[in-house]
C-alpha cells in the first residue's frame, strides 16, 4: 500500500540498498560540497586581494593551504555530530544557524593554528577577514543548493531517507499523510496498517481483543515489507494503544517513531530533552548565552571590516590605475618636447 501521487511511483520503490546506498552519497557529496566551497572562497579572496594591492595573484600553494585546512575544521565537528547525515538535509532554515556557528568557530580554530604555526605567512589578514565575510554566504548558498536537490531528489523518488510503515485508525493514517505528505521530504510509504475503530459502547475486553489481532496482523505485514522505521500515528492521548504498538515493534529490527500531534508544527526545533533518567519535549530554546552574544558581535565587528577593507582594497587599485594611466600620458608628451 502507497500514498505518494500516482505521477511519483515510476522511480519510487527503492530497495533497502538503494535507501543506504541514497544516504551515503548525499553524505559524501554534503562534506565535498562544503569543502569545495570552503577552498575556493580562500583561493578567490587571496588571489583578488593580491591582484588589488599587490598586482599579482600571490602563491596559489598557500591559499590552497589555507582553505584546506579551515574545510577541514569546517567539516570535522558535523561528521563527529552526524549532522551530514540525509535527514539534514531536508530543510534548509536549521542550516542558518549551524553554519554560522560552525564557521566562527571555525575560524577561530584557524586563527590559533595560524598562530602556532606558519600557516598563514603568505596569506594577509586583509585577506582572512575578506575569506571569514564571503565565506559565510557562499556555505549558504551551497547548503541551499544541496538541500534543495535532495528534496527534489526525494519527491521523484531517487532520494529516500526512509522506508515507512504507518500504524494507526484509517483516519489517523489519512490525516498524517495529508497533512505532511511525506515524501516530499524523503519518507517512502511502504505500507500501512489501519487499527479498528470501535464504537464507545465496546467493553473493554472487546477493545483488548481487536487491538491484539489488528497487532498480529500489522506485524506480518511489517516483516513482509521490511521497512526502515514504523511510524505510530495514533493521539498522544493513546497512551494504552502506543504501549502495546511500542512492545510488538520492539521484537523487530527497526526504528519506531511516535507520530507528531499538531502542536509540533508550530516549532522549528523541536528536540528530546534529557535530564538525568527524565526525558522531556523541549519545544523552544534559551535565549542566547553571553558566548553566543560574543560571537554574534565578533561577526558583526568582522564583517564590517571585511567591508571597508574591500572598499579600501577597490579605491587603493584605482588610485594605483589612475597614476598609470597619468604617467603613461605625461611620458610621450615629454618625448615630444624634447
Not at 565575510?133 to 532520494?159: D, E, Q, W
Not at 483488548?208 to 505510530?232: G, K, W
Request: glycine residues 8%; positive net charge.
Amino acid at each position: 500500500m502507497t500514498f505518494m501521487p500516482h505521477s511519483l511511483l515510476a522511480g519510487a520503490h527503492p530497495s533497502r540498498r538503494w535507501v543506504t546506498f541514497a544516504r551515503h552519497t548525499v553524505s559524501v557529496l554534503s562534506v565535498l560540497a562544503d569543502a569545495a566551497a570552503i577552498i575556493f572562497i580562500s583561493i578567490l579572496m587571496g588571489s583578488l586581494y593580491h591582484v588589488a594591492v599587490y598586482g599579482e595573484l600571490g602563491r596559489f600553494e598557500s591559499f590552497l593551504g589555507v582553505g584546506a585546512t579551515a574545510a577541514g575544521l569546517f567539516v570535522l565537528p558535523g561528521l563527529l555530530r552526524g549532522e551530514y547525515e540525509l535527514g539534514h538535509y531536508l530543510s534548509f532554515r536549521p542550516h542558518l544557524r549551524r553554519v554560522f556557528n560552525v564557521w566562527n568557530i571555525t575560524f577561530v580554530a584557524l586563527l590559533a593554528l595560524a598562530f602556532l604555526t606558519r600557516l598563514m605567512d603568505d596569506y594577509s589578514r586583509a585577506s582572512m577577514v575578506l575569506f571569514y565575510v564571503a565565506g559565510l554566504p557562499a556555505l549558504l548558498l551551497m547548503r541551499y543548493a544541496v538541500v534543495h536537490s535532495v528534496i527534489l531528489g526525494s519527491r521523484v523518488g531517487l532520494v529516500t531517507a526512509q522506508r515507512a510503515f504507518l500504524i494507526g485508525t484509517g483516519e489517523d493514517i489519512s490525516g498524517f499523510v495529508r497533512r505532511y505528505q511525506p515524501w516530499n521530504f524523503g519518507l517512502h510509504m511502504v505500507g500501512a496498517a489501519p487499527l479498528t475503530r470501535l464504537d464507545s459502547f465496546s467493553t473493554r475486553e472487546e477493545r483488548r481483543t481487536a487491538l491484539d489481532r489488528d497487532l498480529r496482523q500489522a506485524v506480518e505485514s511489517a516483516r513482509t515489507l521490511n521497512p526502515d522505521a514504523v511510524y505510530i500515528v495514533t493521539p498522544w492521548s493513546e497512551t494504552g494503544t502506543i504501549d502495546s504498538c511500542v512492545e510488538e515493534f520492539l521484537k523487530m529490527p527497526v526504528e519506531i517513531h511516535l507520530g507528531p500531534e499538531r502542536i509540533l508544527d508550530r516549532f522549528d526545533n523541536v528536540r528530546i530533552a534529557k535530564h538525568g533518567r527524565m526525558a522531556s519535549l523541549q519545544l523552544t530554546r534559551a535565549p542566547l548565552n553571553w558566548g553566543e552574544r560574543t560571537l554574534k558581535r565578533i561577526f558583526d565587528v568582522t564583517a564590517a571590516a571585511g567591508v571597508l577593507i574591500a572598499l579600501a582594497a577597490a579605491g587603493a587599485h584605482r588610485v594605483r590605475h589612475s597614476a598609470r594611466e597619468r604617467a603613461s600620458a605625461v611620458l610621450p608628451a615629454a618625448a615630444l618636447r624634447l
